[in-house]
């Protein structure tokens, strides 16, 4: 048990990697963002266990989003070797459309064409970015739900936490 | 102490701020996307694939705009419009000045309907229809919001700053 700062590194890239990986697995990630979700709630519960300091939302939300962060990189570097597989979804996606809409915009069929070394890096880097943002999101959710559903510390505390008088005007 | 909290508090209300406008920005995207994907250009198909690595997208499984679906499914689709309505009532029953989770009862009460119909459906006891699936999500989604401005604010806005 750690009696100090909290050490947020290890239970966030267990988060991170549960998270990521799920979610970058075809077929797996049919459950849309919950695997982020359940990752920030692993993160959150592991930071509880392994801390004996008080922990608040806010250290939940911190795990959760450094897990979320971490997941969004597995998920992105995973989508790499996924990306054949990825794109035929995609395909399959766009082409049952197809059947549900009369006319398609032109060329809409090109939009998955790459290059043939893969994903170019600009693509790669937006795609990050993005994911990294909502990933982040969606962790820090659920580092707050885990930190409230396995703090038993928490129920106890005060609603909100006291304030240093650092800033009283001088008398 | 009072302008401590009160700095908190504008630090908080600006948290809102940008929590409220990225949730609508990502809700946008999702009805945007159907439209834009009529036009020519590649900004609708760049919706639909931002949307791919969060849900599943299936068609028969989303609400139709215009013939095409939205970018998320039914489903995800209530989860953000219950965290915007959740968003938009959480100055009423909260308040800037103060954060505090809710109770878990309450959690418990609007997950039990999203968790009990995924179920269900995952291991082929039911089909639900979009309508239902858009209801539990918005039940779901609608407690959300408090959960994650109750721990960026206290991350962020009310953590005693070092000096």
């Known amino acids: 048990m750690n009696e100090g700062r909290p050490q947020i590194l290890i239970p966030a890239l267990a988060g991170g990697v549960l998270g990521g990986v799920l979610s970058g697995v075809p077929f797996l990630n049919c459950l849309c963002c919950l695997w982020i979700i359940g990752g920030g709630v692993l993160a959150a519960h592991l930071l509880v266990r392994s801390t004996k300091t008080s922990l608040n939302p806010g250290d939940g939300a911190k795990v959760g989003a450094v897990a979320g962060l971490l997941a969004a990189v597995i998920e992105r570097v995973l989508s790499i070797p996924l990306a054949p597989i990825q794109i035929a979804f995609l395909r399959r996606f766009m082409a049952r459309m197809a059947e549900y809409v009369k006319e398609m915009p032109a060329g809409w069929d090109r939009i998955f064409d790459r290059p043939p070394g893969g994903i170019t890096l600009p693509w790669f880097f937006v795609g990050l970015f993005i994911t990294a943002a909502v990933f982040a999101a969606f962790g820090a959710l659920g580092g707050v739900i885990g930190m409230s559903l396995f703090n038993r510390r928490l129920a106890a505390a005060p609603p909100s936490p006291p304030l240093p008088p650092q800033e009283a005007p001088p008398s | ?163």
């Open chain 2, 1 to 163: 102490m009072t302008r401590t909290k009160t700095a908190a508090s504008r630090r908080f209300v600006l948290l809102y701020v940008l929590t409220a406008a990225g949730l609508t920005l990502w809700t946008a995207a999702a009805v945007l996307a159907p439209l834009l994907s009529a036009r020519p250009g590649p900004i609708g198909s760049f919706l639909y694939l931002c949307f791919a690595p969060f849900c599943h997208q299936r068609p028969e499984r989303s609400f139709l705009l215009d013939g095409r679906p939205l970018a998320a499914c039914a489903r995800c689709f209530g989860i953000y419009l219950g965290a915007w309505a959740g968003i938009a009532a959480y100055p009423l029953l909260r308040g800037f000045s103060a954060v505090r989770l809710p109770r878990l009862r309450t959690f418990l009460l609007l997950s039990t309907p999203i968790a009990a119909d995924a179920a269900g459906n995952l291991l082929g006891l039911w089909s639900s229809g979009n309508v239902l699936r858009f209801l539990t999500g918005i039940l779901w989604g609608s407690i959300l919001p408090f959960y994650f401005l109750t721990g960026l604010g206290e991350w962020i806005a009310f953590r005693p700053r070092k000096t």
